[in-house]
């Protein structure tokens, strides 16, 4: 008879946001089935609660929603790399049976497990205004035009899925700092470029030109390196900061 293969994950856990006495890991033996990525196998210790000792353990707790990398709540270290658990497959993390570990990420508040709190990203996006304001909701006819360019540059921007794993790699986003990350530095770039979005540029800019702005990055752009939907932040975050220093220099003359 074919012994069945198992896979083991190794899951840092911790009981309640401030019960740091209960951070431990955990270690789960799991059928190998063809095709499972991380959500899959963390749906079987759902199913069976059960650790790799035989004892009956609390379910691991985790978030995910769209299962396919279009959300960004499944957004943990696997392996100690930040990326999407429901995109990470089981077979590429693991082909010759080694141990995978999950751990939530460290910038975030934690809530219980794997899940994480990043509500910091969302007030990230109102601080900026992360949107295109319309004045009432009355029929406004057809939005201005956007030349083929305008959107060239605008679509990968808009791909951002506020998943947090740029803000998990970068040096400056940390305890001690206030830097407000590359996701809402991107967004900024984003909705300046908009025909409409421009007129509140001014605002998204001085948003951002205080402390904890876009001069607080330090450029080790290891933000690029991890974003799963490979949008040029580095580069964002350059325009952002001409924009900003132009409207430091000019934006009196400007009005
Ligand atoms: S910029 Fe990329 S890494 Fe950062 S939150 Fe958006 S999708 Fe995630
Ligand atoms: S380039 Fe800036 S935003 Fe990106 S990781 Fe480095 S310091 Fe952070
Ligand atoms: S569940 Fe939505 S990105 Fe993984």
């Given at each position: 008879m074919v012994a069945k293969r198992t896979i083991r994950l190794k899951v840092l856990r911790q009981?309640?946001?401030?019960?740091?006495?209960?951070?431990r890991w955990e270690e789960f033996d799991i059928a190998w089935h063809p095709q499972m990525n991380v959500i899959s196998a963390l749906m079987e210790i759902q199913k069976h609660p059960v650790d790799a000792k035989g004892n009956k353990v609390a379910p691991v707790v985790w978030e995910s929603s769209c299962?396919?990398?279009?959300?960004?709540?499944?957004t943990m270290l696997i392996n100690g790399k930040v990326r999407q658990a429901c995109s990470a497959l089981i077979d590429q993390l693991s082909p010759n049976g080694e141990p995978i570990t999950l751990a939530p990420m460290t910038k975030f508040p934690l809530v219980r497990d794997l899940v994480v709190d990043r509500s910091r990203m969302f007030e990230d996006l109102k601080t900026v205004k992360a949107w295109i304001h319309l004045?009432?909701?009355?029929?406004?006819?057809p939005g201005p035009r956007q030349s083929p360019e305008n959107q060239e540059e605008a679509y990968p921007l808009s791909r951002?899925?506020?998943?947090g794993c740029c803000l998990e790699a970068c040096?400056?986003?940390?305890?001690?700092s206030s830097f407000i990350g590359p996701a809402a530095l991107s967004q900024v770039r984003l909705f300046n470029l908009h025909p409409s979005g421009k007129m509140h540029a001014k605002e998204r800019l001085e948003a951002v030109m205080?402390?904890?702005?876009?001069?607080?990055?330090?450029?080790?752009q290891n933000c690029v390196e991890v974003c799963p939907k490979e949008i040029p932040l580095v580069d964002s975050i350059a325009v952002v900061s001409r924009q900003a220093t132009k409207h430091l220099l000019f934006g009196w003359l400007l009005g």
């Amino acid at each position: 008879m074919v012994a069945k293969r198992t896979i083991r994950l190794k899951v840092l856990r911790q009981d309640t946001p401030t019960g740091g006495t209960t951070r431990r890991w955990e270690e789960f033996d799991i059928a190998w089935h063809p095709q499972m990525n991380v959500i899959s196998a963390l749906m079987e210790i759902q199913k069976h609660p059960v650790d790799a000792k035989g004892n009956k353990v609390a379910p691991v707790v985790w978030e995910s929603s769209c299962l396919e990398e279009v959300c960004g709540a499944c957004t943990m270290l696997i392996n100690g790399k930040v990326r999407q658990a429901c995109s990470a497959l089981i077979d590429q993390l693991s082909p010759n049976g080694e141990p995978i570990t999950l751990a939530p990420m460290t910038k975030f508040p934690l809530v219980r497990d794997l899940v994480v709190d990043r509500s910091r990203m969302f007030e990230d996006l109102k601080t900026v205004k992360a949107w295109i304001h319309l004045d009432g909701s009355h029929e406004l006819g057809p939005g201005p035009r956007q030349s083929p360019e305008n959107q060239e540059e605008a679509y990968p921007l808009s791909r951002c899925m506020t998943c947090g794993c740029c803000l998990e790699a970068c040096p400056q986003v940390n305890a001690r700092s206030s830097f407000i990350g590359p996701a809402a530095l991107s967004q900024v770039r984003l909705f300046n470029l908009h025909p409409s979005g421009k007129m509140h540029a001014k605002e998204r800019l001085e948003a951002v030109m205080g402390e904890g702005g876009v001069a607080d990055c330090g450029k080790a752009q290891n933000c690029v390196e991890v974003c799963p939907k490979e949008i040029p932040l580095v580069d964002s975050i350059a325009v952002v900061s001409r924009q900003a220093t132009k409207h430091l220099l000019f934006g009196w003359l400007l009005g």
